[in-house]
């Protein structure tokens, strides 16, 4: 990340709720075309260092992404804060100075920019106006919010707009937090009365079938970009009798994950 960071655009794609099974069936099945095309290697399996999205972004936003989990993976992370008696950073880690990567970032000349989806992102509380407080430009809605039928449309449309306003010689990291997989997803099958497995998997492949109006904006910068995308948390619809997430289950823990770098055509 040392030889990334300052040279290309950083974006992180979080699909808030996604579940690594589900992630990983859909695309094996052939269903989600445009990740497959992002991602050849398919989703890694990882586990998230959180329960529910608060937690969660907290720790991504300290440098602690998925951990791999497969024991004998590389543990190294990508991005640190300086943490005494910190053994997951290596030589290879970008490390800041101070509380945070996002205003370690914003001072390495990077402009920081948040799309919100779920409620910890709508700024109407001050419980839901810290996460997107760490970025120097933040963006909520109800048409990016859980209950918009639309929200990855619109989501990443605002995304495209902005990297085309924001100069291609300044760099970006920009965050999105995606909420169409998020409860509730029903709405994507309109047979459907309930939340299930089946309308988790047809969320997740009408934000597949939106993510070329993001990739295509990328595309145009005049710097690669380095994109994540990873889940920070799965949730569940009745297994072992739970519903939700904020429990200590191995389908919530269990994220998919992946990385890859998009140039220029």
């Known amino acids: 990340m040392n030889n990334i960071v300052g040279s290309h655009d950083l974006v992180w794609i979080v699909l ?8 990983a069936e859909r695309m094996n099945a052939g269903e989600t075309a445009n990740f497959a095309r992002l991602f050849p290697g398919g989703w890694e399996k990882r586990h998230s260092p959180a329960s529910f999205t608060y937690p969660a972004h907290q720790a991504f936003f300290a440098g602690f992404l998925p951990t791999p989990a497969d024991p004998a993976a590389d543990q190294e992370r990508l991005f640190a804060t300086r943490f005494g008696g910190s053994k997951s950073a290596g030589p290879d880690t970008a490390v800041f100075k101070g509380p945070d990567i996002v205003s370690g970032l914003a001072g390495a000349g990077y402009h ?40 990855a449309e619109r989501q990443f449309e605002l995304a495209a707009r ?70 920070d948390h799965g949730t569940l619809y009745g297994e072992d009798g739970f519903t939700g997430h904020r429990i200590g289950h191995p389908a919530v823990y269990t994220v998919p994950y992946a990385a890859t770098i998009i140039a220029s055509p």
């Open 16 to 23: 808030d709720s996604l579940r690594y099974d589900v992630a």
């Open 112 to 151: 920081t920019l948040c799309i919100g989806g779920v409620g910890f992102f709508n700024k109407k509380t001050p419980l839901s106006r810290v996460l997107p407080g760490y970025f120097q430009e933040s963006h909520w809605s109800r048409e990016t919010g859980v209950t918009s039928h639309d929200s």
């Open 162 to 231: 902005r990297l085309t306003e924001i100069p291609r010689d300044e760099r970006v990291f920009l965050f999105i937090n995606l909420s169409a997989i998020h409860r509730p997803n029903r709405h994507y099958l309109p047979e459907k009365k309930d939340d299930d497995l089946q309308t988790h998997a047809a969320a997740l492949r009408h934000v597949d079938a939106c993510l070329p109006t993001l990739t295509e904006a990328l595309q145009k910068r005049r710097a690669p970009a380095h994109l994540l995308a990873f889940s």
